[in-house]
């Protein structure tokens, strides 16, 4: 299978830490995104970061993409009780490709 | 508003009892894809629609089929719905069909097959 798989399966911080989760897959990739899924519920697009792009920020988010060890990593800075969530990295070739997930808490 | 709603949210049904679970979009995008989501599994791409009459296989189609004769509508068919198919299963539509363009999804429908 092409799925990405995320690390850690589980991450449990206090507010106003980081917060890094860590994609890698199998093939080569278009594009990588990132999306976060309250429980639940549908999944948000967060960032998207092109194969020939290296790193990229939004707000508080910094990816990063490592195309030679296929892997990226999500890094939320500050983190805030509302970004408990999962959060889920997508690949596309010829179809999207969903990892497993990382299920983020962020504890006041 | 921009939305992609899926009907039923919830459905709690038999072995073998055809059903069919609508996604309808408003934002004109091309590309349409169905998604089951099972714990430890992650998401997985049942079909996908690149445009109207364009349907391809995902990961896992195995006893789903897909239609898309409008643009705005793409339902995910169950014929014979087993208990293997109980999960969470989601609509997405995206803008364009070469894939580089984010994902919206919809609200989810959880489908239970006893």
């Known amino acids: 299978s092409q799925q990405g798989e995320e690390d850690p399966q589980a991450l449990s911080i206090q507010e106003g830490e980081n917060a890094t989760m860590n994609c890698s897959y199998k093939t080569s990739i278009n594009n990588l995104q990132w999306y976060r899924q309250n429980s639940g519920r549908g999944l948000v697009h967060l960032i998207l970061i092109r194969s020939n792009e290296r790193e990229k920020h939004s707000g508080r988010l910094r990816v990063t993409l490592d195309t030679s060890k296929k892997s990226s990593s999500l890094l939320i800075t500050a983190s805030r009780a509302a970004d408990t969530a999962s959060y889920f990295c997508a690949t596309t070739g010829n179809q999207f490709y969903f990892g497993t997930g990382t299920s983020l808490t962020v504890i006041p | 508003e921009a939305q992609v709603t899926q009907n039923p949210r919830y459905l709690i049904t038999v072995t073998g009892k055809k059903l069919t679970v609508t996604c309808s979009q408003n934002m004109n995008h091309e590309y349409m894809s169905w998604y089951r989501q099972d714990p430890g599994l992650g998401l997985r791409q049942i079909y996908y629609s690149m445009n109207v009459e364009v349907t391809d296989k995902g990961d896992v189609p195995e006893g789903y089929k897909v239609s898309r004769k409008e643009k705005r509508n793409f339902p995910l068919i169950l014929e014979s719905p087993s208990p293997n198919q109980t999960s969470l299963y989601f609509c997405?539509?995206?803008?364009?069909?070469?894939?580089?363009?984010?994902?919206?999804f919809g609200p989810g429908t959880r489908l239970t097959v006893t």
């Open positions: 997405a539509t995206s803008v364009g069909g070469d894939r580089d363009y984010e994902q919206y």
